[in-house]
C-alpha cells in the first residue's frame, strides 16, 4: 500500500471500533483512502478514538451497522470498492456448542456482505 494508493478511493472496515480494526482504520486514512467504518453503535464512548485519527474528520464516515443486519451493512459499503471484514460478531448468549453457533454467526456476516 503506497503512500498514493488511497487517493480518492472508497473503502469499508467492518467492527472499526475494535483492536485490529482500528489500526486498519488509522493506516488506511493515513494512505488517504476514504474510510467507512461499521459501528454497533455510534454514541459509544469505545469509539470515540476513531474521530481522533489522522484525516478523520475528512476521510472517516461511521456507520451504525451490525454484522448480521443486511440493510444496514448495505448501506455502509455503498460506494465503496472494498471492504475489510473485520468485525467479529459473537453471541449475546451462552450455547450448547458455541463453537458451531459461533461458526454460523461467522457464515451470516460474511452473507451481508456477499453481494459485494
Ligand atoms: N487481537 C488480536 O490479536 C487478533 C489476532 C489474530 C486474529 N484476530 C481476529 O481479528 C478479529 C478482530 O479481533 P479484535 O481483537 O480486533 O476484536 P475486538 O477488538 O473485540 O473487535 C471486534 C469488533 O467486532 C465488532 N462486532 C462484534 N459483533 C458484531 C456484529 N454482530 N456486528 C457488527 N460488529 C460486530 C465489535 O463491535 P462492538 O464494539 O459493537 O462489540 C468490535 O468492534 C477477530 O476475528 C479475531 O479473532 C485478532
Known amino acids: 500500500?503506497?503512500?498514493?494508493?488511497?487517493?480518492?478511493?472508497?473503502?469499508?472496515?467492518?467492527?472499526?471500533?475494535?483492536f485490529i480494526a482500528s489500526w486498519l482504520v488509522k493506516l488506511l486514512l493515513s494512505k488517504?483512502?476514504?474510510?467507512?467504518?461499521?459501528?454497533?453503535?455510534?454514541?459509544?464512548?469505545?469509539?470515540?478514538h476513531l474521530k481522533?485519527?489522522?484525516?478523520?474528520?475528512a476521510n472517516l464516515q461511521l456507520f451504525k451497522a451490525d454484522m448480521l443486519?443486511?440493510?444496514s451493512v448495505r448501506s455502509a459499503i455503498a460506494g465503496c470498492e472494498g471492504v475489510f471484514h473485520v468485525a467479529c460478531p459473537?453471541?449475546?448468549t451462552r450455547s450448547l456448542n458455541p463453537d458451531v453457533s459461533l461458526f454460523f454467526i461467522f457464515i451470516d456476516s460474511y452473507h451481508?456482505?456477499?453481494?459485494f
Open 90 to 92: 459473537v453471541p449475546s
Open 32 to 48: 488517504g483512502y476514504i474510510v467507512h467504518g461499521t459501528v454497533r453503535d455510534l454514541g459509544d464512548k469505545k469509539n470515540a
Open 52 to 57: 481522533e485519527l489522522e484525516n478523520a474528520s
Open 69 to 71: 443486519d443486511y440493510d
Open 112 to 115: 451481508s456482505i456477499s453481494f
Open 1 to 18: 500500500m503506497d503512500a498514493a494508493a488511497g487517493a480518492t478511493r472508497r473503502v469499508c472496515v467492518t467492527g472499526a471500533g475494535g
